[in-house]
């Protein structure tokens, strides 16, 4: 199974390694990590740079695409991007298409979830409605029929991954790379989804990100800004 | 705060990531990757390279540290390696030292966890115990008075982090991280841990580690190759 991670400058690294820490202890899979350029891609916190092993142009037959987030990727649906334009290519001869956190904003750009139901960070579910999906709070949307799946924000991709391990190999494979990385998660807090943690910290994230956006979406729009 | 993640060659890549994941969320860290010298490092699977940023030398102070882990971990214990130096070189002036995974087993090859208790991935027990700490079967062991803090396998990285989180600032803080990075685990199986999975899932697991720990210390013992 020919696996493509995307990359891309200022990407949100758990969103991308999550995933392919579980596909790393799956067996017969052969990973690449897929940018516009061979070389360097730095996250969005700056201190992480990974190496994209192949470049867009070059992979153009992968099995399986997983499409990392990252906050990055409003701006990026909005000035258009590479890595759009190559999930639109490779789709249909792909078997699986999926996404963690606002990956799926890029999977939506590409006109891959049009009218799907669909999963994104808790935050981002008016900019994936935006381009024509229809976003829900779930941590895993499966659509087995179109080979698309979405996984919710940033540490979700875990979930995600041995969801698409099921759907791709079988439960025990699922089950045995579950235990083999040991993840029996248990989280000190409660609080990992808007519907659960305190209501002004959310009110505070979403009001401190919607205005990040509008920094970050400030010199497209000269206008508001 | 001054933040060290640990690299080395065939590292188990979740385990220095995951820590990352929450410790690049969480505000005023600056975080390094250190290594035996600057440059490109890959991991256990070989499909990612990351980079290395400082090396052991040149970065003597860092306030934490995290030490991950990697099957390779039971090879440098015997062989000795840099990192187990620079480990006992930083401690005194740290504030956290922090492993995941077989991270714990450098941990104890420092001298760390001399006679404490300390957790590490469930397949690696005996050899935590080899090195002089009590191994017990916990997610997470905090040692506030000596500033040392142990996760078990791989993903248990996130959940440690986020406690060590909250050990350095508060309970708040790392609530945020967890509803910022959407830390709402749901596994698709109860079977993360080795007291849980099928035994016979475990046992098997459990043989092909122990063969694959005999074949990578062969050539370093020849008469029981």
Redesign the interface.
């Known amino acids: 199974v020919k696996v493509a991670i995307v990359l891309f400058d200022k990407v949100?690294?758990?969103d991308a390694?999550?995933p392919?820490?579980v596909l790393?202890f799956t067996p017969g899979t052969?990973?690449?990590?897929v940018a516009e350029k061979v070389g360097?891609i730095t996250?969005?916190?700056g201190?992480?740079?990974?190496?994209a092993?192949r470049s867009f142009d070059d992979f153009t037959d992968p099995d399986v695409v997983i499409v990392p987030g990252g906050f990055i990727t409003r701006r990026m649906v909005v000035t258009g991007h590479p890595a759009i334009d190559w999930l639109k290519k490779v789709q249909p001869q792909s078997t699986w298409m999926a996404s963690v956190?606002t990956g799926a904003l890029l999977m939506a750009s590409a006109g891959l979830l049009d009218g799907m139901r669909a999963t994104t960070?808790?935050a981002a579910y008016e900019d994936l409605e935006a381009l024509g999906a229809i976003p829900e709070h779930e941590?895993?949307i499966v659509h087995r029929d179109k080979g698309i799946v979405t996984g919710?924000?940033?540490?979700?991709g875990?979930?995600m991954t041995?969801?698409l391990v099921?759907e791709m190999l079988d439960?025990?494979t699922?089950?045995?790379v579950?235990?083999?990385?040991?993840?029996?998660?248990?989280?000190?807090?409660?609080?990992?989804?808007?519907l659960?943690?305190?209501p002004e910290?959310?009110a505070t994230?979403r009001a401190g990100m919607a205005e990040s956006k509008r920094k970050l979406l400030a010199d497209l729009n000269p206008v508001t800004s």
């Open positions: 949100t690294a758990l390694l999550g392919y820490a790393a052969e990973i690449s990590f360097p996250d969005d916190n201190a992480l740079t990974m190496q092993t956190c960070h808790w941590r895993v919710a924000g940033v540490s979700a875990i979930d041995l969801r099921m439960d025990q699922a089950q045995r579950q235990l083999g990385m040991e993840y029996d998660p248990q989280p000190p807090f409660d609080c990992g989804s808007p659960k943690a305190p910290m959310v994230m």
